[in-house]
């Protein structure tokens, strides 16, 4: 079964740094696009950060200049590397991959991680 699993979220105060890590496992052929979103309480779930494949990346306005999002292919792994932290950056961040599962079949199968955790104190 493939499935992301996320860590790196924790309790940290205002300006100061976190990377979050996403790692993807099971069978599958190839991942597409990779992306990070967030929820803060009471809100809607918010994209973050993107990255395709080849290495293509795009950012909301709020964490322009202070986020970076990038991958290791050959380990299956995307990281976002955040930096200059406010306390509005405050909410569960999840990982979600577009995969594909076999070569044969172009099919996209859109999977979710369970979440992470960021509380920025002010």
């Known amino acids: 079964q493939v499935q992301l699993v996320e860590s790196g979220g924790e309790l940290v105060q205002a300006g100061g740094s976190l990377r979050l890590t996403c790692v993807a496992s099971?069978?599958?052929?190839?991942?597409?696009?990779m992306r990070w979103y967030r929820q803060a309480p009471g809100e809607r779930r918010e994209l973050v950060a993107a990255i395709t494949s080849g290495g293509n990346t795009n950012y909301v306005d709020s964490v322009k200049g202070r986020f970076t999002i990038s991958r290791d292919n050959a380990k299956n792994t995307v990281y976002l590397q955040m930096n200059s932290l406010k306390p509005e950056d405050t909410a569960v961040y999840y990982c979600?991959?577009?995969?594909?599962?076999?070569?044969?079949?172009?099919?996209?199968?859109?999977?979710w991680g369970q979440g992470t955790q960021v509380t920025v104190s002010s």
């Open positions: 099971g069978n599958f052929f190839m991942i597409n696009d």
């Open positions: 979600n991959a577009d995969f594909v599962y076999h070569d044969y079949d172009s099919r996209i199968y859109d999977i």
